[in-house]
């Protein structure tokens, strides 16, 4: 069995089927999110702010992002794997963006996904016609935070609202496979979906798109010290069971409790016995 294609999410469209896209950014919990299910893995660049400690994910590079996909991509055999686009790795110059969503796909990534509206429409043909498959993302793109002035719900106007639709419309036109709505109201993010054909993402978009997609540091509570995203659910604590398991084992090497027999490895009497010996000769 092969890994997932963007014509079966074209297919779950049509059939009404809803599906979950997580992010995952290394081979351990890439394996973790395919063995639990999950059918679509976004390499985001959201590893900037949750994996590289930075305030947002405009820092990220391509480097990062192909060190990144190759990891997740060795960690999976059926999900299909979307790479983000890194910031200023399309913005500026579209045969550069070709080229680096090329690398992404060489890096083994089945997609590669890219913020913005009708703007990158053009990008966005140029790149399908290459035989790149491409996500859009609209809303609340991170990349443009500084631009939006923080965290804040988009299309809340009739103007706004109708200006993510028109951008829907043209991202769908261009060839995107699917496209991510962040932060919208769930009105609109409904709206959306029925107006196009292809399949929509939300994270904070409300019940009514086609799939949701998370963040997996939120999901699993890694932060739990931290103010949550209001559109992220904590489906566990795994900051706290992963201090407590931490915490016991520096107790333990502290106290002398570990290693245990169990965990060293022994040597016989004999072998001891001529060691000592032969310990007394300098060699
Ligand atoms: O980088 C990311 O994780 C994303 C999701 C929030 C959609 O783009």
């Not at 509206?117 to 990349?143: D, F, W």
Request: charged share 25%.
């Amino acid at each position: 069995m092969g890994r997932l294609s963007i014509h079966k999410l074209a297919e779950w469209k049509r059939e009404d089927r809803r599906f979950a896209m997580l992010t995952a950014y290394d081979y351990a919990m890439a394996r973790l999110v395919e063995q639990a299910g999950a059918p679509v893995i976004l390499v985001g660049d959201s590893l900037g702010t949750v994996m590289l400690g930075h305030d947002s994910t405009v820092p990220v590079t391509m480097d990062d992002m192909l060190h990144h996909t190759k990891a997740v991509v060795r960690g999976t055999k059926r999900c299909l794997v979307v790479a983000d686009m890194p910031f200023m790795s399309y913005q500026a110059n579209p045969d550069e963006a070709v080229k680096n969503a090329g690398r992404l796909l060489q890096a083994g990534a089945g997609a590669v996904k890219l913020e913005g509206g009708s703007e990158m429409a053009p990008l966005v043909r140029r790149m399908v016609s290459a035989g790149i498959p491409v996500m859009g993302h609209l809303g609340l793109t991170p990349q443009s935070v500084n631009q939006f002035g923080g965290h804040k719900v988009q299309g809340k106007t009739p103007a706004a609202a109708a200006r993510i639709i028109g951008d829907a419309r043209a991202l769908e036109e261009a060839g995107a496979f699917a496209i991510v709505l962040e932060t919208v109201p769930a009105p609109l993010a409904k709206m959306v979906t029925e107006r196009i054909g292809v399949p929509t993402i939300g994270i904070g978009a409300g019940v009514d798109c086609d799939g949701q997609v998370q963040v997996l540091h939120d999901l699993l509570g890694l932060f739990d010290d931290q103010r949550q995203f209001r559109h992220a659910k904590r489906y566990a604590v795994l900051g706290e069971a992963i201090r407590g398991a931490i915490r016991e084992y520096v107790a333990e090497v502290e106290e002398g409790a570990f290693p245990t027999e169990e965990e060293s490895f022994p040597m016989t009497e004999e072998t001891l016995t001529e060691l000592r010996q032969g310990a007394s000769t300098p060699a």
